[in-house]
């Protein structure tokens, strides 16, 4: 089992960037794959990227469509961490970012019920 905190939330202007991180309890966090999804109010949860475990290639990383080119996925797993960078941020980026994490023996989940652990969550608000 992982427990999971969220960071880095916080307001920026559009163009502007922020970086998130994800810091995970437990001695087997390397074996997750992780990922970030977003809520905006009135929205259902939608993924935003993962990145298997270290195992799996090295790290492979899946984004969606909306925020390729713009956002990176990394993780320190000596730190237990996974992080966000979100560059050129957008005002349809404002949302509560979420940590997700699972031991699925697959790789490039996108859905919500594929992911068995998650953090509080951190508000991202990007003003116009």
């Known amino acids: 089992q992982v427990q999971l905190v969220e960071s880095g939330g916080g307001l920026v202007q559009a163009g502007g960037s922020l970086r998130l991180s994800c810091t995970g309890s437990?001695?087997?966090?390397?074996?997750?794959?992780m990922a970030w999804f977003r809520q905006a109010p009135g929205k259902e949860r939608e993924f935003v990227a993962t990145?298997?475990?270290?195992?799996?290639?090295?790290?492979?990383?899946y984004y969606a469509d909306a925020v390729k080119g713009r956002f990176t996925i990394s993780r320190d797993n000596a730190n237990n961490t996974v992080y966000l960078q979100m560059n050129r941020l957008q005002p349809e980026d404002t949302a509560v970012y979420y940590c997700a994490a699972t031991g699925a023996v697959v790789a490039g989940l996108t859905q919500t019920d594929q992911y068995a652990y998650w953090g509080q969550g951190t508000q991202v608000t990007v003003s116009s």
């Open positions: 437990g001695r087997t966090f390397s074996t997750y794959h």
């Open positions: 990145i298997t475990w270290s195992g799996w290639s090295g790290g492979n990383r």
